[in-house]
Every structure is written in C-alpha cells, then in structure tokens.
C-alpha cells in the first residue's frame, strides 16, 4: 500500500490516525486550513522576489507546482505545493498556515517531499522550504543526517500499522484527543 506523506504528521500526532485512515472506512472531514486556490500564484511570485529567498541561492533551472510523485521502496507518495529542481539539487517548498517555526512533523514531511523528488529527478535533496501564507516568513530546513534517520523510523512505523492492521497504543495527551476527528472512535480515551 502507497503510504500518502501527509499521514507523516498525523502518525507523529497519533499513530492511530493512521490506522483509522489506511485500515478503516472511517473518514471524517478534516476541515481544509485555508483555501488558497489561485492565491498560490501569488505567494509564488511573492517568494521568487523575496530578497532573502534569493539569498539561498537556488538556481532553479524548473519550478515545479502541485505534482504527484510516489516511489516503491519506501512505498510513498504525495503531492509537492512547489518545488525547485536545480542542476545540482532538488529542493521542495511546502505551505503552512499556521503560524511559528516548523515542527519536527513538518520537517519530516518536508524530507519526505524532498526524497520523492530526488528519486524522480536523480538529484540530491539536501533543503526544503517551509512558507507561511504570509511570504515574509519562510524557514529553510536543512534535511540533515538525523532528519533522514527520523523519517525512515516513521515510515517504517506507519508500514509497520499497514502491514500488521494492529491498532496502534496512542500516547496522545487529552489536549490532543479533544481536537480529533477521531475522538468518537476512540473508546479508551478521555
Ligand atoms: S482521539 Fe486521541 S488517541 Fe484517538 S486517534 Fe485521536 S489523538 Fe489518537
């Protein structure tokens, strides 16, 4: 089974989110953040004139917007928002809108994006871009040594779910619990 990136963060929320998603019927609505439609074009541009963007220096010979990728060892795939494929680096850019630094989540799931494009392009992902709706904020991530390491251990995790179908121990706190989709199907919690 084709594990989709964006369970990456919700497996670090709650691993259960991830039994729910892949191994039941059971499928809430999750409320879209923000819609940003066409608005996309415009952050884009926004980005490509940030002084500080150029400063990174990517010398992107292709943008890339809103393409699949998926590869089968490990079996992952997603969309990439955005993305730069360089002559010597492939370098994927992610919207958040919720505001303050990237988490360890979004991270991983930023170098989840990043392995998929340097499978398809055959070049070295080394950074991500994380921007908030707002282009004046942007953090490059560097996927460093332990990135990599994190996000093998989590997709194997999230493998693990798909191929036993044992519904997972959460550790989640009541806090986390009570903004779930799933809380209903929950029993044991709260
Ligand atoms: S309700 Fe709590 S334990 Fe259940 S899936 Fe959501 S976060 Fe995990």
Redesign the pocket.
Known sequence: MMIPVNLIRQYI??P??VY?NLLTDIKPQFPRHVSLGTEYHTLQDELLKNRRFKKLNINYREIITGKYFSMQDPGIGGIVDLGFVCEDEVVPVEYKFIDGKPSLSHKLQLAAYGKLMSEYYGLPARRGIIIYSNNIKFYQVVFSREIWNKLQKVIAGIQKIVDTEIFPD?S?TEK??SQ?E??N??ND?I
């Open positions: 929320f709650c259960r989110i729910y959460s989640a986390q619990c779930c799933y809380l199907y929950c919690r």
